[in-house]
């Protein structure tokens, strides 16, 4: 009974995704440098897509993956038509995928 009770609770919490996007509320200034970092955990090795939400193409822009489950987003030289709202998504390989949004908001210090 117990060990039926084990695999009730612990499964389920072993094998779902959560993903994880930082900063959730970006803000950056006119010619800065901003990196968005996404996190899959519960995924052994995570195939990750960036984009905008308003199929804007992603310029000035790199993309690093330092673990299997995790992925970052380099915006060089940021411009005010980056402002948008970018989305992360995480795929494991075996059908479960999440994805996470932020919504980068940029200014310029000139008056």
Sequence with gaps: ?????????????ALSLELVLEPRKPVSRVGDRLVLKCSARGCQNAAFTWRTLEDQPLMHTSVTQPSPHESHLVIQNMTLDHQATIVCRA??????????????NVYSSVL
């Design 1 to 13: 009974m117990a060990l039926r009770m084990l695999w009730i609770c612990v499964i389920p919490v």
């Design 91 to 104: 795929d494991c390989g075996d059908g479960s995928n999440h994805e996470r949004s932020a919504t980068v």
